[in-house]
């Protein structure tokens, strides 16, 4: 893990609104159809080695409430190719931002990420607070991922 700093990026895809607990069931999962649907959708018009994000955002409260989740790519040809109403885009917003990394089969390793994360901000001697802005998954390739969590410090 490591404190990374970003500025404001663009973020174009497909997005659908759901939580936590919705997820832990697959019949009311979301978040795995949305991936098919991008890659099904989008993924033909990535060039090789064109990162995907998935982005957390629009948080009710916390982890706990609803939030949304755009699977997507800053890649402006996905957003100037789309000629149907179902793109979304989300800005990246500037800040800092702890970065948890692993590699391995997808979708277990990130399954395994996000419980890594959020071990670390259950902790009582956390130093970081989340800022529930935005926080994001990037897939540089097929087999890594990098969990971006917006804090303050």
């Known amino acids: ?30 978040i795995g159809p949305l ?31 609803d939030f949304s989740v755009l699977a997507g790519t800053t890649a402006d040809s996905l957003a100037a190719a789309s000629a149907d109403n179902a793109m979304a885009e989300v800005t990246l917003v500037a800040g800092d931002y702890l970065q948890f990394s692993a590699e391995g089969e997808m979708p ?6 996000w419980g890594r994360v959020w071990a670390y901000f259950a902790s009582a001697d956390c130093p970081y607070r989340r800022r529930y802005l935005t926080d994001f998954e990037c897939y540089p390739n097929d087999s890594r991922v990098e969990i971006c969590i917006g804090v303050v410090g």
């Open 1 to 30: 893990m490591k404190l990374i700093h970003l500025d404001d990026k663009q973020i174009h895809g497909l997005k659908v609104r759901t939580n936590n607990a919705a997820e832990m069931q697959p019949a009311s999962g979301k």
């Open 35 to 65: 991936w098919q649907q991008f890659h099904a959708r989008y993924g033909s018009r990535l060039n090789a080695g064109t990162p995907v994000y998935g982005v957390y955002h629009e948080y009710q409260s916390d982890m706990h409430a």
């Open 108 to 113: 277990g390793s990130v399954i395994d990420l």
